[in-house]
T-cell receptor
Framework: DTEVTQTPKHLVMGMTNKKSLKCEQH?????MYWYKQKAKKPPELMFV???????INESVPSRFSPECPNSSLLNLHLHALQPEDSALYLC????????FGYGYTFGSGTRLTVV | GQQLNQSPQSMFIQEGEDVSMNCTSS?????WLWYKQDPGEGPVLLIA?????ELTSNGRLTAQFGITRKDSFLNISASIPSDVGIYFC??????????FGTGTRLQVFP
């Protein structure tokens, strides 16, 4: 299995809803990432988990709550979102690309619409 | 958030032409990666560069890690219609942080 799998592929939620995005990989990668991507913009880093511990939080609002239950699974819990949070949410995992650096594999993303 | 400067912003070329795009930064990177993203999909890795001065090819694609470690370029030779998409450079600042360039949108006309 050489993929990062994200579910659901599409999600529509109201501003009072609570929902979760899920990301899974079975490649043994020990660092996992959440990115947010608005239309026609590059992905923006949100969170990094390294060895199941949160290592980077890029000043993301608390209505986004990440969780890494184990080395294969990464969740993003959503609560009280705003319409401007509508975006493509991408998950990635990091692997050793060679003796000198890393590579990153991305999932296909979850297209989130907040109404 | 932090971004890398990528140019050109968009390119409209004829099938068969060569393409060149580049990324620059004020920061030093220890890894440069080039990705292609199709609409509604996640980025797909094209080429990874790990050493300053490194020149790497992947089929019709060639990329180089700048000697100053602050820039990188990607060339596509003999473009074909399926090359259409958005190309992103990405630089690794430290072990955990990967940031993206602003993207180059490529359109190929037959």
């Amino acid at each position: 299995d050489t993929e990062v799998t994200q579910t659901p592929k599409h999600l529509v939620m109201g501003m009072t809803n609570k929902k979760s995005l899920k990301c899974e990989q079975h490649m043994g990668h020990r660092a996992m990432y959440w990115y947010k991507q608005k239309a026609k913009k590059p992905p923006e880093l949100m969170f990094v988990y390294s060895y199941e511990k949160l290592s980077i939080n890029e000043s993301v609002p608390s209505r986004f709550s990440p969780e890494c239950p184990n080395s294969s699974l990464l969740n993003l819990h959503l609560h009280a979102l705003q319409p401007e949070d509508s975006a493509l949410y991408l998950c990635a995992s990091r692997y050793r690309g060679g003796p000198f650096g890393y590579g990153y594999t991305f999932g296909s993303g979850t297209r989130l619409t907040v109404v | 958030g932090q971004q890398l400067n990528q140019s050109p912003q968009s390119m409209f070329i004829q099938e068969g032409e060569d393409v060149s795009m580049n990324c620059t930064s004020s920061s030093i990177f220890n890894t440069w990666l080039w990705y292609k993203q199709d609409p509604g999909e996640g980025p797909v890795l094209l080429i990874a560069l790990y050493k300053a001065g490194e020149l790497t090819s992947n089929g019709r694609l060639t990329a180089q890690f700048g000697i100053t470690r602050k820039d990188s370029f990607l060339n596509i030779s003999a473009s074909i219609p399926s090359d259409v998409g958005i190309y992103f450079c990405a630089g690794q600042l430290n072990t955990d942080k990967l940031i993206f360039g602003t993207g180059t949108r490529l359109q190929v006309f037959p």
